[in-house]
């Protein structure tokens, strides 16, 4: 009786059979067996599974060596049957799905939509395992006219390319040796990134942006960033971190380095480190003049003395600093300070205004104000605009002031209100004091009472303010030493008078009528 286990399912006759008719038998197998040697297709079911049984002893595409997979439309697998079959295809995917080759219990295939493999059945019953070519092995060289590859290459060792011409991505997982020049008419992208050992270039022809470092991180870090970093075995003070260089050329053609940025190693110490950033420009031929340098105990403009010019503008002054380059004057608000340092004001010239002004940190602190009394005012003023007092100092000790209520003090310790508060003095410094007191006719009345301590006043009342020595103003010396006073009338008229009452200082009318009666003193 025939049999078909062979793996091309072809008949196999037994012995005695088929008398006379044998012939035909094996023409038909030889035709199966021409049959695998060639191309055919299997419609695959638009289902999750399906499957393709090798015909015994009769034709069948499934026998073929290349065979076409078509029909589909979803994802399945497919059942190479029967299980004990052991043969090799070349099977090209052409659904539109992944395709998965089973056989049995053992290991599958996967076939991508479009994709192309060589895949085996070992015929191992209900364990039989479908088998991928996954490596093509050549001891010899590969020689063809011409390479069309679909999909990938991996490539482990060396390959030599004269010309590649690459439609698709290139994945390289180790190193790609180039020695001679890679030119790419596209953007290269690297999505790994990618290091360079040696000095690169990269040269455009028009004024688009030659690099851009771009960052689509969204989150609040630092980014894009550029780092230069001197990798440096044996770092030491004063090595050079790195240079950033602005060139250009000459009316000559000769390149010229126009300006840069240098940074350098100050300390290099462990736990002290300090650095250095300097910003250079070429001066009248010069390079290398520093314009700004900043290291580790200074920041310092114009380094190298040179006639240069330091300007600050503000959004009303062109000049709201200034320092001049050639006589080192500083101005604030002046164009040409003719000395050492010089302020101009701007206004309108309605109101006192301060050339300098010292104000208190805190809101609404106390300001001082030195400058003109107004914009148009050839007048000089010293104002401290709030209730405060003026001092004058010589060795960190007060020697004067004026007081807020405008008295003037020389020797006090502190500012004063009224006369009779001011601490003693020594003799030779004064301070002067006026008033005014409603005194009713012919009636002594205080003017001020002086304070304790040796002094010398001079004493001067006037009626109803007019001081007229001859019919109304009296003036006296008054000497005390704190607890007994003594008083020399030096004007006397009729009509106002000056006397002592313990340390009072006491004025007397006879105009006839309740006046005001003003006085002076100045302590000697």
Partial sequence: MATYVNDLRLKEIATGDESGTWGTSTNTNLELIAEAMGHGAEAVANASTHTI?????????????????????QACTVTLAPNTLSHTWIMR??????????????????IAAGQTKIVATDGAGSGAVVYEMDDLELAGNLVAASLD???????????NLDIVDIDGAVNMATTALVTGVLTTTAATVFNGGFASNAAS?????????????????????????????RNSASPADSDTLGVIEFEGKNDAGTTVRYAGIDSRIVDASDGTEDGRLELVTTLAGSAGISRLYMDATETVINDNSKDLDFRVESDVNTHTLFVEGSTGNVGIGAASPSSSFRTSIYGDGSSIIGGIEFRNATSGGATFTVGHASATSPSGTINVVDAGNLTFNTSNAERARFVAAGEFCV??????GEIAN????????????????????????????????????????????????????????????GTTTSLTQLVNPSNMTISLSGMAVQGTQTSGATLNISFSILRM
């Fill in 53 to 73: 049984t090798m015909a015994d002893g009769a034709t069948d595409q499934f026998r073929s060596t290349f065979l076409r997979l078509t029909g589909g439309g």
């Fill in 149 to 159: 590859i679909s999909g990938d290459i991996d490539v482990d060792g060396t390959t």
């Fill in 422 to 481: 001011v601490q003693p003095v020594t003799a030779g410094r004064f301070r002067s004091f006026a008033g005014a007191q409603s005194a009713a006719n012919n009636t002594a009345t205080t003017m001020v009472t002086l304070p304790a301590g040796f002094a010398t006043y001079i004493v001067n009342l006037g009626f109803n303010g007019v001081n007229n020595a001859g019919a109304y103003g009296a003036t006296a010396i008054i000497h005390t030493d």
């Fill in 201 to 229: 270039t990269i040269t455009t022809a028009d004024n688009t942006d030659t690099l851009s470092l771009i960052s689509t991180d969204a989150d609040a870090n630092a980014g894009p960033n550029l780092r230069m970093f």
């Fill in 411 to 416: 020797g006090t310790a502190v500012g004063v």
């Fill in 93 to 110: 995917n052409e659904t539109a799905a992944a395709l998965t080759l089973t056989q049995g219990s053992g290991a599958n295939v996967v």
